[in-house]
């Protein structure tokens, strides 16, 4: 018998052939290698909090495998000697026995927590993006309300999380969240008890919280991940205006390999920031802190950054509590229920509805698939910064008691300073982003309108000193060109339209040499740098 | 799809047509058109193109020894919790810089490969399956209503109204032991309105010991806990409480001031007071005492009480004072509560009474 050839260079077009035989793959799979990727920085924002997330569940899955969410007390025998001894909670020691007694364990808890930081980071500034340039608008609103979800998931998964260890800190928190419950009007009671299963703290809370933490939170968040990313696909990206670019293609690089093996690098590059944060930066070192303990808590207690508005919120509050009499008995609603409960409930449903309102009010109905620059929409860039120093004053007032502390000043006039604050500084940000936007633009229709200021300084024969400026387009008599603005970067330095040479590359010492003509072999090919022959005065 | 117009424009049998060309003629076929496609290196092999790789080469080498140096540690390096400054403390540290330098110089080499050795190029792809076709539109429209025409919902009252019925009960009973399973009656016993603490039950320390009423100096405080098993645990967390001995004119100061609240009236034992320790305002310990001022900070919210004037809230969110805890000595000489606290302890609840 004749022995088979095997011949390995035909190996993948045999599979190839194969695979596509039974699944007839090879259209849609050139749609995808084909799906083109348009290219700037404020794009990869939303890629940030995508690869935290994948990082977060290949390390909570490692941490899964020891933590034990049991509020029954045990003492405390594991190798961190400062603590022998001591009564803890089965939780609070697996955590313990996580940063102690397993072999990089710390390390995966820290990046684990160093990950949800940065994860729910990623989604407010790539919020951001998408506000201050429009992105949100038709077609498009459903992804934003889905990013809104998602925003509000992550919070609660990292407060989930945030409780599990049974630390001081954590106890703290879900005895402050306990009040906040409490404080519903007429099923607060009722919803505080169920949720603990008794009186707080109980045995059951942990329980409860590592279940949602674990399954149900990331379950809806994944899903509504996958959601997000195949809306993405079938809508395709916005981009920026520019030349060529319209609101009926999209231009950039295709997925492969140029994008993917970007976006590959990317991903390594997060993961890495973050394992480099986790060796080096402690975070949450609950063995510091102790275990919870109703009695105890400490100064300068803080919870994650992303929940440090509410607790600025809680801290700025007044006192007011409303009580009434209403069929022989008396009723009470805390001062708790405004900035936790109310103000969270409104910090949702604005942002949620934003796309919707903002349309009715510019009468917008149009599909958009170019971005617009922050500028050139001042009123929505006045409402971002608006809404972020709000934000702002409430998360430093978070922290306002180390502020005092570190600074010297008085506790009570931290809290008044954010209690006025609250009030003044989100309208004087309206004003002053506004005034910056229309500068900005007014500034544009200038550069376009009277050329680029050269630095070069022109005495007249009568005198009088004139900056030389370059146009951008055929002047008329007055040195004016009549250009129309594209929605894109103008111009304003003489380099951006070449007027420098560009550079020789190498780090020491030259690895190319010019040609002729003054060009670099390697480059592609440019138009030549615009003589300075059509100077203008730069005034009429 | 988006294609059509294009699809035979070329011959893909035509041997003159080069793999390029097929990859322009597949793209234009998924709506993308490749206007421009230029290699990095119009001459092959420049002194620049081999830096380049070399750099890359060199990059992808420092991944792979400081992922072997991750390998390393994590297996040979001691990590175990010993006192003082030891080597076991660079455990943790080793592995992030292996690991950070590990990803962060893969991230560099692909990154580095994408921008400075792939071609060149610039893809436009329309967006003509983004338009909506009116057509579809329509025969989707109709085959819609028809499922409700051929299921005769608007016909039949009758058995729309019957399907209600019949779907909303399941709906509930699904519902029903997912939500009742969990529900308990915050009144039943009534443990929002009750601690621990009760009468002749002593006050305790956190080791479980008495206190006589000398234990505490003047100016002092002290957090006890009630002198029943597992008082000083959390099952009690509602319990806690602040023993503080005043100086002899804050006492009388707040004593005649207890006078004007009758629950308070004839709570204190001598010159010492016992106040809830759980914040009324959101439950945390209120536990900073400022000696000087008499005043009792909630290190949480920066509520105020006012320790001389029955722990008044005198700045901070907090809208109640703190409840205080009537006290005597029992025969041995030992401090114990005269009874429960006479207001209900910790954060606000709506049927808390307007008292």
Same mark, same amino acid.
């Given at each position: 018998?004749?022995?088979?050839?095997?011949?390995?260079?035909?190996?993948?077009?045999?599979?190839?052939?194969?695979?596509?035989?039974?699944?007839?793959?090879?259209?849609?799979?050139?749609? @995808?290698?084909?799906?083109?990727?348009?290219?700037?920085?404020?794009?990869?924002?939303?890629?940030?909090?995508?690869?935290?997330?994948?990082?977060?569940?290949?390390?909570?899955?490692?941490?899964?495998?020891?933590?034990?969410?049991?509020?029954?007390?045990?003492?405390?025998?594991?190798?961190?000697?400062?603590?022998?001894?001591?009564?803890?909670?089965?939780?609070?020691?697996?955590?313990?026995?996580?940063?102690?007694?397993?072999?990089?364990?710390?390390?995966?808890?820290?990046?684990?927590?160093?990950?949800?930081?940065?994860?729910?980071?990623?989604?407010?500034?790539? +919020?951001?993006?998408?506000?201050?340039?429009?992105?949100?608008?038709?077609?498009?609103?459903?992804?934003?309300?889905?990013?809104?979800?998602?925003?509000?998931?992550?919070?609660?998964?990292?407060?989930?999380?945030?409780? $599990?260890?049974?630390?001081?800190?954590?106890?703290?928190?879900?005895?402050?969240?306990?009040?906040?419950?409490?404080?519903?009007?007429?099923?607060?009671?009722?919803?505080?008890?169920?949720?603990?299963?008794?009186?707080?703290?109980?045995?059951?809370? $942990?329980?409860?919280?590592?279940?949602?933490?674990?399954?149900?939170?990331?379950?809806?968040?994944?899903?509504?991940?996958?959601?997000?990313?195949?809306?993405? &696909?079938?809508?395709?990206?916005?981009?920026?205006?520019?030349?060529?670019?319209?609101?009926?293609?999209?231009?950039?690089?295709?997925?492969?390999?140029?994008?993917?093996?970007?976006?590959?690098?990317?991903? +390594?590059?997060?993961?890495?920031?973050?394992?480099?944060?986790?060796?080096?930066?402690?975070?949450?070192?609950?063995?510091?802190?102790?275990?919870?303990?109703?009695?105890?808590?400490?100064?300068?207690?803080?919870?994650?950054?992303?929940? @440090?508005?509410?607790?600025?919120?809680?801290?700025?509050?007044?006192?007011?509590?409303?009580?009434?009499?209403?069929?022989?008995?008396?009723?009470?609603?805390?001062?708790?229920?405004?900035?936790? &409960?109310?103000?969270?409930?409104?910090?949702?449903?604005?942002?949620?509805?934003?796309?919707?309102?903002?349309?009715?009010?510019?009468?917008?109905?149009?599909?958009?698939?170019?971005?617009?620059?922050?500028?050139?929409?001042?009123?929505?860039?006045?409402?971002?910064?608006?809404?972020?120093?709000?934000?702002?004053?409430?998360?430093? !007032?978070?922290?306002?008691?180390?502020?005092?502390?570190?600074?010297?000043?008085?506790?009570?006039?931290?809290?008044?300073?954010?209690?006025?604050?609250?009030?003044?500084?989100?309208?004087?940000?309206?004003?002053?982003?506004?005034?910056?936007?229309?500068?900005?633009?007014?500034?544009?229709?200038?550069?376009?309108?009277?050329? &680029?200021?050269?630095?070069?300084?022109?005495?007249?024969?009568?005198?009088?000193?004139?900056?030389?400026?370059?146009?951008?387009?055929?002047?008329?008599?007055?040195?004016?060109?009549?250009?129309?603005?594209?929605?894109?970067?103008?111009?304003?330095? @003489?380099?951006?339209?070449?007027?420098?040479?560009?550079?020789?590359?190498?780090?020491?010492?030259? &690895?190319?040499?010019?040609?002729?003509?003054?060009?670099?072999?390697?480059?592609?090919?440019?138009?030549?740098?615009?003589?300075?022959?059509?100077?203008? !005065?730069?005034?009429? | 799809?988006?294609?059509?117009?294009?699809?035979?424009?070329?011959?893909?049998?035509?041997?003159?047509?080069?793999?390029?060309? #097929?990859?322009?003629?597949?793209?234009?076929?998924?709506?993308?058109?490749?206007?421009?496609?230029?290699?990095?290196?119009?001459?092959?092999?420049?002194?620049?193109?081999?830096?380049?790789?070399?750099?890359?080469?060199?990059?992808?080498?420092? =991944?792979?020894?400081?992922?072997?140096?991750?390998?390393?540690?994590?297996?040979?390096?001691?990590?175990?919790?010993?006192?003082?400054?030891?080597?076991?403390?660079?455990?943790?540290?080793?592995?992030?810089?292996?690991?950070?330098?590990?990803?962060?110089?893969?991230?560099?080499?692909?990154?580095?490969?994408?921008?400075?050795?792939?071609?060149?190029?610039?893809?436009?792809?329309?967006?003509?399956?983004?338009?909506?076709?009116?057509?579809?539109?329509?025969?989707?429209? =109709?085959?819609?209503?028809?499922?409700?025409?051929?299921?005769?919902?608007?016909?039949?009252?009758?058995?729309?109204?019957?399907?209600?019925?019949?779907?909303?009960?399941?709906?509930?009973?699904? =519902? =029903?032991?997912?939500?009742?399973?969990?529900?308990?009656?915050?009144?039943?016993?009534?443990? #929002?309105?009750?601690?621990?603490?009760?009468?002749?039950?002593?006050?305790?320390?956190?080791?479980?010991?008495?206190?006589?009423?000398?234990?505490?100096?003047?100016?002092?405080?002290?957090?006890?806990?009630?002198?029943?098993?597992?008082?000083?645990?959390?099952?009690?967390?509602?319990?806690?409480? #602040?023993?503080?001995?005043?100086?002899?004119?804050?006492?009388?100061?707040?004593?005649?001031?207890?006078?004007?609240?009758?629950?308070?009236?004839?709570?204190?034992?001598?010159?010492?007071?016992?106040?809830?320790?759980?914040?009324?305002?959101?439950?945390?310990?209120?536990?900073?005492?400022?000696?000087?001022?008499?005043?009792?900070?909630?290190?949480?919210?920066?509520?105020?009480?006012?320790?001389?004037?029955?722990?008044?809230?005198?700045?901070?969110?907090?809208?109640?004072?703190?409840?205080?805890?009537?006290?005597?000595?029992?025969?041995?000489?030992?401090?114990?509560?005269?009874?429960?606290?006479?207001?209900?302890?910790?954060?606000?609840?709506?049927?808390?009474?307007?008292?």
């Amino acid at each position: 018998m004749k022995r088979r050839k095997f011949d390995l260079a035909e190996l993948p077009e045999a599979t190839a052939v194969q695979v596509d035989d039974r699944l007839q793959i090879a259209s849609p799979l050139r749609r @995808m290698f084909n799906k083109v990727f348009p290219d700037h920085w404020s794009f990869l924002l939303g890629e940030i909090a995508l690869y935290s997330f994948i990082v977060l569940l290949l390390s909570g899955t490692f941490l899964a495998l020891f933590y034990d969410p049991s509020m029954q007390e045990t003492k405390y025998d594991g190798s961190f000697t400062p603590l022998r001894g001591i009564e803890v909670s089965q939780a609070y020691r697996s955590s313990l026995d996580l940063s102690f007694d397993v072999r990089g364990g710390l390390f995966l808890r820290q990046m684990h927590h160093w990950a949800a930081l940065l994860f729910v980071a990623a989604i407010v500034v790539h +919020m951001f993006r998408t506000f201050f340039t429009g992105a949100f608008r038709k077609p498009r609103e459903l992804n934003w309300i889905i990013g809104v979800l998602l925003f509000w998931l992550a919070f609660l998964e990292g407060f989930a999380g945030y409780s $599990l260890p049974d630390d001081a800190l954590s106890g703290t928190g879900l005895r402050i969240a306990s009040a906040i419950v409490l404080s519903i009007p007429i099923v607060g009671s009722w919803v505080a008890t169920s949720l603990f299963g008794g009186e707080f703290p109980g045995h059951v809370i $942990l329980d409860r919280f590592y279940i949602l933490h674990v399954f149900l939170i990331p379950g809806i968040i994944l899903a509504l991940i996958v959601v997000h990313l195949a809306l993405l &696909v079938k809508q395709k990206h916005t981009q920026w205006p520019g030349p060529g670019r319209t609101n009926s293609n999209v231009v950039g690089i295709r997925m492969f390999p140029a994008f993917s093996v970007k976006a590959g690098g990317f991903f +390594m590059l997060v993961f890495g920031v973050i394992a480099l944060l986790a060796g080096l930066f402690q975070i949450n070192p609950i063995w510091l802190f102790g275990p919870y303990k109703a009695a105890v808590v400490s100064a300068a207690s803080q919870p994650d950054w992303y929940v @440090m508005f509410l607790d600025g919120s809680t801290r700025l509050m007044p006192a007011w509590e409303l009580r009434f009499h209403l069929f022989g008995h008396g009723y009470t609603l805390p001062p708790v229920f405004w900035p936790t &409960v109310v103000l969270p409930g409104i910090l949702t449903m604005l942002p949620l509805f934003y796309p919707f309102i903002e349309a009715r009010f510019t009468k917008d109905k149009a599909v958009h698939h170019l971005l617009q620059r922050p500028r050139d929409v001042p009123f929505r860039t006045a409402l971002g910064c608006m809404a972020i120093t709000f934000y702002l004053v409430l998360f430093i !007032s978070g922290g306002n008691d180390v502020i005092a502390d570190k600074l010297k000043i008085s506790l009570n006039a931290m809290t008044w300073a954010g209690r006025i604050g609250l009030l003044v500084l989100p309208p004087l940000a309206y004003y002053v982003a506004q005034r910056i936007a229309l500068g900005l633009q007014q500034h544009d229709r200038e550069v376009l309108a009277h050329g &680029v200021e050269t630095g070069i300084i022109r005495r007249d024969p009568d005198g009088r000193f004139y900056e030389v400026h370059q146009p951008l387009g055929p002047v008329d008599d007055h040195g004016h060109s009549e250009l129309e603005y594209a929605g894109w970067v103008v111009p304003k330095k @003489m380099n951006r339209i070449g007027a420098l040479l560009p550079t020789l590359r190498g780090f020491f010492y030259p &690895v190319e040499s010019r040609t002729p003509d003054g060009h670099v072999p390697s480059d592609a090919p440019i138009s030549p740098a615009p003589q300075h022959q059509e100077i203008g !005065s730069g005034r009429s | 799809m988006s294609v059509g117009h294009h699809n035979g424009d070329v011959d893909l049998d035509d041997p003159r047509l080069t793999r390029f060309d #097929l990859v322009r003629e597949g793209a234009r076929r998924d709506g993308v058109e490749i206007v421009h496609y230029a290699p990095r290196f119009p001459v092959p092999g420049s002194r620049r193109e081999k830096r380049i790789v070399r750099s890359i080469s060199l990059m992808f080498v420092i =991944a792979g020894l400081a992922g072997l140096g991750f390998v390393v540690s994590y297996i040979a390096w001691p990590f175990h919790y010993k006192p003082g400054f030891n080597i076991n403390k660079w455990f943790t540290p080793m592995l992030g810089i292996t690991l950070g330098l590990t990803l962060v110089f893969l991230a560099l080499a692909m990154i580095t490969w994408g921008k400075k050795l792939l071609p060149e190029e610039i893809a436009v792809q329309d967006r003509h399956d983004q338009i909506p076709d009116h057509a579809e539109r329509r025969l989707t429209g =109709a085959t819609m209503l028809n499922m409700a025409d051929e299921l005769g919902i608007a016909r039949r009252p009758l058995l729309r109204r019957a399907a209600l019925f019949g779907l909303l009960p399941v709906g509930a009973a699904a =519902a =029903a032991p997912l939500i009742g399973g969990l529900i308990k009656d915050p009144h039943n016993p009534d443990i #929002l309105e009750h601690t621990a603490w009760g009468k002749g039950i002593r006050l305790v320390r956190d080791d479980l010991t008495p206190i006589r009423p000398e234990d505490v100096s003047v100016g002092g405080q002290m957090t006890v806990f009630p002198g029943i098993p597992g008082g000083n645990t959390n099952d009690h967390a509602d319990s806690p409480t #602040l023993l503080i001995r005043l100086r002899d004119e804050d006492a009388s100061k707040l004593r005649s001031a207890a006078t004007k609240i009758p629950e308070n009236a004839d709570s204190m034992y001598g010159n010492l007071v016992a106040y809830s320790k759980i914040c009324t305002h959101a439950g945390c310990p209120a536990s900073l005492f400022e000696q000087q001022t008499n005043i009792l900070l909630c290190p949480c919210h920066q509520s105020q009480f006012d320790i001389t004037n029955n722990a008044r809230p005198i700045f901070g969110p907090a809208t109640r004072r703190l409840p205080m805890l009537p006290i005597t000595v029992d025969d041995e000489g030992f401090l114990v509560a005269k009874s429960d606290y006479q207001q209900p302890v910790g954060p606000g609840f709506w049927e808390r009474s307007s008292s």
